[in-house]
């Protein structure tokens, strides 16, 4: 059993820069994803960025591939999100995925991941 919590969102304006963080409390073995997935009002969750946990391999959505980076640290069961240049369509509420088996899944696909944090909200204004 995994849980998640996200912390670090906020308001900056466009151009600005924010950095998430998702910290796993329980074990995270080597053949565990954790995922980040945005929400805006009225809209679907939508992927943004993944990683494996034992050879962190990185994959991200094309809308925020350049600008986001997405970041493991054994030590301390997190992972980060470091998100620049954001713009206005990046507000939405951000949360944390894991599933334990990266081979399993289908990355992109919310409803795939078996846990997840409550989220943590990231507004972009103009």
């Known amino acids: 059993q995994v849980q998640l919590s996200e912390s670090g969102g906020g308001q900056v304006q466009a151009g600005g820069s924010l950095r998430l963080s998702c910290t796993a409390t329980?074990?995270?073995?080597?053949?565990?994803?954790i995922s980040w997935f945005r929400q805006a009002p009225g809209k679907e969750r939508s992927f943004v960025a993944a990683i494996t946990w034992g050879q962190r391999r990185t994959t991200y959505s094309p809308s925020v591939k350049g600008r986001f980076t997405i970041t493991a640290g054994n030590a301390k069961n997190t992972v980060d999100l470091e998100m620049n240049s954001l713009n206005t369509e990046d507000t939405a509420r951000y949360y944390c995925a894991a599933h334990s088996d990266s081979d399993s899944i289908r990355l992109q696909v919310s409803s795939q991941y078996d846990y997840w944090g409550r989220g943590t909200q990231v507004t972009v204004s103009s």
């Open positions: 329980g074990r995270v073995y080597s053949t565990y994803v």
